[in-house]
Nanobody, 118 residues
Framework: QVQLVESGGGLVQSGGFLRLSCAAS????????MGWYRQAPGKQRELVAQ??????????RYADSVKGRFAISRDNAKNTVYLQMNSLKPEDTAAYYC?????????WGQGTQVTVSS
């Protein structure tokens, strides 16, 4: 059974930082394209950051709104993917979801809430 468990969300002031973690079980996350998505109330879920699988080179890409502030990384030994979020803004407030994707496999975590106060 595949599980993606997010943690690290919370309430932080504008300008602060958080680090989200996504611990995978049932899959070897390095073999998957791993992504962080977010969804704010009344808005569509959007891709925040992605890191490709090891075989695809582990390249990263980011939404324009978070470039220079967020960084995605993985620790293969821990089978975990991280999202370091710096210089947080109120508009970053959302539920953040971890995603693992490879071919026709597509898995989601349950989400973790990030709230940034002004």
């Amino acid at each position: 059974q595949v599980q993606l468990v997010e943690s690290g969300g919370g309430l932080v002031q504008s300008g602060g930082f958080l680090r989200l973690s996504c611990a995978a079980s049932g899959i070897i996350s390095s073999g998957y394209n791993m992504g962080w998505y977010r969804q704010a109330p009344g808005k569509q879920r959007e891709l925040v950051a992605q890191i490709t699988s090891f075989r695809s080179g582990g390249s990263t890409r980011y939404a324009d709104s978070v470039k220079g502030r967020f960084a995605i990384s993985r620790d293969n030994a821990k089978n975990t993917v991280y999202l370091q979020m710096n210089s947080l803004k109120p508009e970053d407030t959302a539920a953040y979801y971890c995603n693992a994707r490879f071919n026709n496999e597509n898995y989601w975590g349950q989400g973790t809430q990030v709230t940034v106060s002004s």
